[in-house]
């Protein structure tokens, strides 16, 4: 399979900015995406970026994709404790699976 | 609109059990798929079924299969459980195959003891 990978943790004080990183492998993707899982729930779509994108912002989430170095990035401003969670990246091909990266967990300290 | 919604939430069975979740996904979605979510392996495709037809398998034993019903809702089953098969499953579902909008439930922990 394609190898997406991820940072395991990350810790920012509330209020501060946080980023999350990713690199994949796979040149052909199509979309790349970032999903954020709660404890004990399934995940949820936060944004996802066409790979002829080079940023897409929504809200306090902007996405960076750097199709060079197969580098993709999520970052929140102003995080609050509500958004701490484990934040996952994820790419496709048209007309294929989903790989996952291995998760990033997010705390944020009051 | 209703979420994708997957039944049990919890389970707990034994080696050498089998078992069966179900999904049931969003009104209007005909596509499903299922990934297998443990520590170890973080999140792992199954398989992919659309009006039906598997399109897609991940890289599962046979022990894994599934199918999908005519109103689009989705069975896995998992036959002679192994300890390893301890997982978070989840269903995700999206209008078409392979689309850039996939949604998830809020999965099934199994445990086998």
């Known amino acids: 399979g394609e190898d997406v990978e991820q940072s395991l943790f990350l810790s920012v004080r509330e209020g501060d900015s946080s980023v999350i990183n990713c690199t994949y492998t796979d040149s052909s993707s199509t979309y790349l995406y970032w999903y954020k899982q709660e404890p004990g729930a399934g995940l949820q779509l936060l944004t996802y970026i066409f790979s002829n994108m080079d940023m897409k912002q929504d809200q306090r989430l902007t996405v960076l994709l750097n199709k060079k170095d197969k580098h993709l990035s999520l970052r929140i401003a102003d995080t609050q404790t509500g958004d701490s969670a484990i934040y996952f990246c994820?790419?496709?091909?048209?007309?294929?699976?989903?790989?996952f990266g291995t998760g990033t967990s997010l705390t944020v300290i009051p | 609109k209703a979420g994708v919604t997957q039944t049990p939430r919890y389970l707990i069975k034994t080696r050498g059990q089998q078992v069966t979740l179900s999904c049931s996904p969003i009104s209007g979605h005909r596509s499903v798929s299922w990934y297998q979510q443990t520590p170890g392996q973080g999140l792992q495709f199954l398989f992919e079924?659309?009006?039906?037809?598997?399109?897609n398998k991940g890289n599962f034993p046979g022990r894994f299969s599934g199918r999908q019903f005519s109103n689009s809702r989705s069975e896995m089953n998992v036959s002679t459980l192994e300890l390893g098969d301890s997982a978070l499953y989840l269903c995700?579902?999206?209008?078409?195959?392979?689309?850039?909008?996939?949604?998830f439930g809020p999965g099934t922990r199994l445990t086998v003891t």
């Open positions: 079924y659309f009006s039906e037809t598997q399109r």
């Open positions: 995700a579902s999206s209008l078409v195959p392979a689309s850039y909008e996939q949604y």
């Open positions: 994820a790419e496709s091909t048209t007309g294929n699976q989903f790989y």
